[in-house]
């Protein structure tokens, strides 16, 4: 099972894709809310400049997560993703096949919710 490399946190899968190869969607990890393993995306040639710097989450995604399986969505048709458990649901528009969701994250000043 991969791993979330930030966090370490065990993840059902890394990415979603989609009909076509060149569509993909990152993962978000349940605990940290970052993506999963952004190493997914990058080329070979960042990945081994990360491991010349010793980064950590580059360690990750080789040892734990290089090869492991997407998810796959081929017919049109749409998963629901796990919902964030600490980002609280502020506003949600429904236009169509279109969602789109608000969330209210706190500024880094204190001056209210940040959209």
């Known amino acids: 099972m991969p791993i979330c490399t930030s966090c370490t946190t065990p993840v059902p899968y890394l990415y979603t894709l989609y009909e076509t190869a060149y569509n993909l969607r990152l993962e978000r990890c349940p605990k940290c809310h970052?993506?999963?393993?952004?190493?997914?995306?990058?080329?070979?040639?960042?990945?081994?400049?990360?491991?010349?710097?010793?980064?950590?989450?580059?360690?990750?995604?080789?040892?734990?997560?290089?090869?492991?399986?997407?998810?796959?969505?081929?017919?049109?048709?749409?998963?629901?993703a796990p919902k964030p458990e600490a980002a609280p649901i502020a506003d949600e528009v429904r236009n169509g096949d279109y969602c789109l969701r608000v969330f209210l994250k706190p500024r880094p000043g204190g001056a209210g919710p940040l959209v």
């Open 34 to 80: 970052a993506f999963a393993d952004p190493y997914v995306e990058h080329d070979p040639f960042i990945l081994v400049l990360d491991l010349i710097l010793l980064k950590r989450d580059v360690f990750r995604h080789l040892i734990y997560n290089r090869g492991s399986e997407p998810r796959r969505l081929a017919d049109g048709s749409r998963a629901e």
